[in-house]
């Protein structure tokens, strides 16, 4: 079995850091493996085989810093030496290097995360894709781009990062979602017996609070309803889009913008949740028609003036129309006199609570917007009256 020695390799010139580096044997061959870490003679501890700093030294952070990736180094190192050991194959000290090498260009955080990004885009998966990206530039960011490796991960490093968000005053939901991801992509490694499992999420809030309500009240819908904008067309878009989600039992803006013509027929419109897959039927009504009859029909497949022109680019398309519409209704808002950051999301949560406020059951009000569980609809609603109500879309649009 090889062995691994920490030494010190002073500096050249008189007062400069020297290098760290790992000296590992076996077969009575010797290699050595420089590591990045830098010290002074003074703050290596020869009998020991180890940094050393003293209470008052300003660079003891640094110290303490280094002495742990040691640790982390050498595990890995004893790790990849018992794999091999365990293989019954023969394998030299360069094959150690080699394979320590592999790990730290393979299995860094940024690198791991950056290799399931590809993947998910190559499955088509570009929304989960798009959520590994905000992570990890998040991450990136927290870190100083400074990269880490999956296996140093710990519950320390999770905690200074959701403090980190705090300190910024980044949502509690926010927090998570970040940190589920992370954990997403941790667990898949420890899966793939990348890594043993440190639990360094125990310590950290992965949970969904309650959102802060962001639903109208029918009152509220019907003075965005009512709004002459005829004059002003992008806000006159705006608002239409606002009322075809909130119509289509708050159908989110990614699937309204991905409906084709060929998904309506026979007076339904018929799709699946890019979210969660689930297929959902939805009536089409005289009311919906209208609206769509204001636009010109699109040269495109899709079914609403969202992407409306045929080879655009479909995701940038509905990304950039679903920020200017977001943007243009924060002035709906205004003219309808309405005290609420409008987005596209609140159509979402409204139809849900006018839902509820009409005695919809939960039961109903979940199956119409998708969700995968009454649990997630509990997120939207307050409370929910247990009343039994037939045809629940027809009854709130014969509200309007």
Known sequence: M??????????????????????????????????????????????????????????????LSIRERIRWDVERLNKIIRKLDNDGLAYTVDDVID??????????????????????????????????????????????????????????????????????????????FYTRILRAAYNRAVEDDIIENRNPFRHVYTGVDKTVKRALPLSAIKKIK????????????????????????????????????????????????????????????????????KYPENSSDYLLPIIRN???NDRSTYRNVGYNINHNLKRVAEKAGINISLTLYVARHSWASVAKAKGIPLSVISEGMGHDSEATTQIYLASLDTSVVDKANSIILKSL
């Open 99 to 176: 394979e320590f090498n592999r790990h730290v260009n393979e299995y860094s955080l940024f690198n791991y995360m950056e290799s399931h990004i590809i993947k998910l885009k190559q499955n088509g998966k570009i929304r989960t894709a798009e959520t590994y990206i905000s992570t990890l530039n998040s991450f990136k960011k927290f870190r100083k781009d400074e990269d880490i490796m999956l296996d140093c991960l710990n519950s320390e490093i999770m905690e200074a990062y959701e403090a980190w968000h705090q300190q910024r005053g980044v949502a509690p939901n926010t927090i998570s």
């Open 226 to 293: 009512a709004l002459d904008l005829s004059l002003i067309p992008e806000l006159d878009f705006a608002r239409d889009m606002f009322m075809m989600s909130f119509m289509l039992r708050g159908m989110s803006f990614i699937d309204m913008a991905y409906l084709r013509k060929t998904d309506l027929a026979n007076g339904y419109v018929t799709y699946r949740r890019r979210k969660t897959g689930q297929q959902l039927i939805i009536e089409w009504t005289k009311e919906m028609q209208v609206l769509l009859d």
């Open 310 to 312: 045929k080879g655009a």
């Open 2 to 63: 090889a062995s691994i020695k920490v030494k010190f390799k002073p500096s050249t010139v008189e007062d400069h850091e020297g290098t760290i580096f790992y000296q590992i044997l076996h077969e009575r061959k010797q290699r050595q493996l420089f590591s990045d870490y830098h010290v002074f003679p003074t703050e290596w501890d020869e009998t020991r085989s180890m940094v050393t700093t003293t209470h008052n030294s300003e660079r003891k952070s640094f110290i």
